[in-house]
Nanobody, 124 residues
Framework: QVQLVESGGGLVQAGGSLRLSCAAS????????MGWFRQAPGKEREFVAG????????YYADSVKGRFTISRDNAKNTVYLQMNSLKPEDTAVYYC?????????????????WGQGTQVTVSS
């Protein structure tokens, strides 16, 4: 069982930065692949970034590649999403998710554990 709690969302102007954190409970955090997803009003939940647990390979949606960075600190049971050069189209509720095993997935259906989400709003 893994419980996830996101933080770090907020309102930022276009071109600004935010850093999201996702704190996980449980002693087996290091054996889960982690993902960040987002959902804008009226749209489906979409993959943003993923990180595997061994090695720490990272993967990104094309829309955020070069602007967002996912990382994890297993000692702190935390995964991060550094978001730079934010655009209004990045506005959404951002969720972190955990998937047992080493491999990430771009499909939300493959993740068993989800946080409650944190709102990111980018103004133009």
């Amino acid at each position: 069982q893994v419980q996830l709690v996101e933080s770090g969302g907020g309102l930022v102007q276009a071109g600004g930065s935010l850093r999201l954190s996702c704190a996980a409970s449980g002693r087996t955090f290091g054996t889960y692949a982690m993902g960040w997803f987002r959902q804008a009003p009226g749209k489906e939940r979409e993959f943003v970034a993923g990180i595997q647990w061994s090695p720490y390979s990272t993967y990104y949606a094309d829309s955020v590649k070069g602007r967002f960075t996912i990382s994890r600190d297993n000692a702190k049971n935390t995964v991060y999403l550094q978001m730079n050069s934010l655009k209004p189209e990045d506005t959404a509720v951002y969720y972190c998710a955990a998937r047992a095993g080493p491999y990430y997935s771009r499909s939300p259906d493959q993740y068993r554990y989800w946080g409650q989400g944190t709102q990111v709003t980018v103004s133009s």
